[in-house]
C-alpha cells in the first residue's frame, strides 16, 4: 500500500525541513556561515544583535568588512570588551576570518549591532542582512528570530 | 578572575591608612567568583594571628538610599523594598546584548526561585537617563518579566545610585553624529530585607547559581 507510506512519509519529511530550518546556513565561496541569529525585542527596543559563526573553509585568509539590512537605519561591526566586571562595546573595522578557521559571533563577544530597528523584531521572524567580505563578496543571509536560551547555554558563551 | 577594579583609589586610601605593618595584606571577601563564602561587609585587614587588630575596622558599605523613578513617573526609593530582597543591576535599553541577556537571566532566576521569588524585587537602573524614560525602561523590562522594576532618574539620582553601589558606568561615542553607548559594571547585587550588601553576583554565575544562593541568604535569615 504504497499511500500508507506517504501518509507516514510526508510528516518525516516536514519535520526533516523544520529541523534544517532550526539550524540554516548559507555559503559564499570558501565561507559558511552557520546559522545567523537574534533575538526578539524587547518593547522600545531601539536596537538589535546579530551572531552566528563564520568558518572560512578556504587557505586564504578574508575579512568580514560590513553588513547592510532593510530593518535598521544601519548595522555595524561590534565587539564586547571585558575589562574585570566592567563590559565595554566597541566598533570595530573587520572580523579577520583566518583560513580553516571559524570566528563565533555570540552573546558577550562580536556580534552585528542593527542600530535604529525600523519595526520591533518577534520571535520566529527572519530578517534579512547582506553580510560583506572583503574578497568573498556580498551574501544575504536571514537573522532567525529566538530566544537566547535556544541558541546558546550560558555556560557556552559567558565563559570569559 | 578575581580583578576587582572599581575601587582602586579606595584601595590606596586604605593601604596608606592601615599601619598593621608589611606583612598585612588586603582582602576584598566578596570578589569571590563562587559566592559560596559568607560575603561581610568590612574591608578587613588580615593580620598575622597572633597579633590582636587594634584599630577600628573600616568599612566600605554597598548601597544606600536612592530615589528613582519607575513606569508612570511613580517615584521609588529603597525603603519600598524592605522587608524583600532586592536584587540590583545596572544597564540601559539601547544595549543589544548583555543588557537583554542579563535581563533574560534574571527572569529565569525568578523561575528556579519559585514561590521564593515572591521575596525578591529585582530593580533594574538604567545608567542612560538621557534616553531611557521611566516609560521606556518600565516597558522594556516588563518585556522580560513583569516583575522586575525599570528604574531612571535625573543623570545627579542615578550618579548617587551607582556611586552608592560602586558601580562603575561611562558614556562612550559610537560615531561623531550623536550615537553613543555606555560602559558599565556588569554585577548583581544581593540586598538584605533591611537593605544592607549580602551578595555580589558575577556576571558569569548562571541563574541556577544565583538562584541558589538567594535560598540560602533566605535560610541564614530565618535561622538568625
Known amino acids: 500500500m504504497s499511500w500508507r507510506i506517504h501518509a507516514f512519509g510526508l510528516p518525516a519529511l516536514v519535520l526533516a525541513g523544520a529541523i534544517a530550518a532550526g539550524a540554516h546556513e548559507y555559503k559564499l565561496g570558501a565561507i559558511e556561515i552557520d546559522h545567523p541569529w537574534t533575538r526578539p525585542t524587547a518593547t522600545g527596543q531601539q ?70 530597528l525600523k519595526a520591533p523584531i518577534s520571535e520566529g521572524a527572519m530578517i534579512p542582512v547582506t553580510l560583506i567580505f572583503e574578497k568573498a563578496g556580498r551574501v544575504d543571509v536571514e537573522l532567525m528570530s529566538q530566544k537566547q536560551g535556544e541558541a546558546h547555554k550560558p555556560a557556552e558563551h559567558m565563559g570569559h | 578572575m578575581n580583578d576587582w577594579r572599581l575601587f582602586p583609589v579606595m584601595f590606596l586610601a586604605f593601604a596608606c591608612s592601615l599601619t598593621l605593618g608589611a606583612t598585612s595584606a588586603l582582602m576584598l571577601p566578596w570578589s569571590n567568583g563562587t559566592a559560596q563564602a559568607s560575603a561581610p561587609l568590612a574591608l578587613t585587614a588580615a593580620t598575622p594571628s597572633a597579633t590582636p587588630v587594634t584599630e577600628p575596622q573600616r568599612k566600605v558599605p554597598i548601597g544606600g538610599p536612592f530615589k528613582l523613578l519607575a513606569s ?77 522594576t525599570g528604574l531612571t532618574g535625573t543623570p545627579d539620582d542615578i550618579f548617587n545610585v551607582a556611586k552608592a553601589y560602586k558601580a562603575y558606568y561611562q558614556k562612550v561615542a559610537l560615531d561623531d553624529q550623536g550615537t553613543y553607548t555606555m560602559d558599565h559594571s556588569a554585577l548583581t547585587y544581593l540586598m538584605g530585607r533591611d537593605g544592607t550588601f549580602r551578595k555580589l553576583f558575577r556576571p558569569d554565575e548562571t541563574p541556577e547559581q544565583v538562584a541558589e544562593i538567594i535560598r540560602q541568604v533566605m535560610a541564614e535569615d530565618k535561622g538568625s
Request: with cysteine; net charge negative; charged share 25%.
Open chain 1, 47 to 116: 536596537v538589535g544583535a546579530g551572531f552566528m559563526t563564520l568558518k572560512n573553509t578556504g587557505t586564504e585568509a578574508d575579512r568580514l568588512i560590513g553588513a547592510e539590512s532593510a530593518a535598521s537605519e544601519k548595522v555595524e561591526l561590534h565587539e564586547h570588551i571585558h575589562e574585570g566586571d566592567v563590559v565595554k562595546m566597541r566598533p570595530v573595522e573587520a572580523i579577520a576570518l583566518a583560513p580553516q578557521a571559524a570566528v563565533k559571533l555570540e552573546p558577550g563577544g562580536y556580534h552585528l549591532m542593527l542600530i535604529g
Open chain 2, 72 to 148: 508612570g513617573g511613580r517615584t521609588v526609593t529603597d525603603e519600598d523594598f524592605r522587608g524583600r530582597y532586592m536584587l540590583v543591576f545596572f544597564g540601559f535599553t539601547f544595549c543589544p546584548d548583555i543588557c537583554p541577556t542579563k535581563l533574560d537571566e534574571i527572569a529565569r532566576t525568578l523561575q528556579a526561585l519559585g514561590e521564593d521569588a515572591k521575596q525578591v524585587a529585582p530593580l533594574f537602573i538604567s545608567v542612560d537617563p538621557e534616553r531611557d524614560t521611566p516609560e521606556t525602561i518600565g516597558d522594556y523590562v516588563a518585556s522580560f518579566d513583569t516583575r522586575i
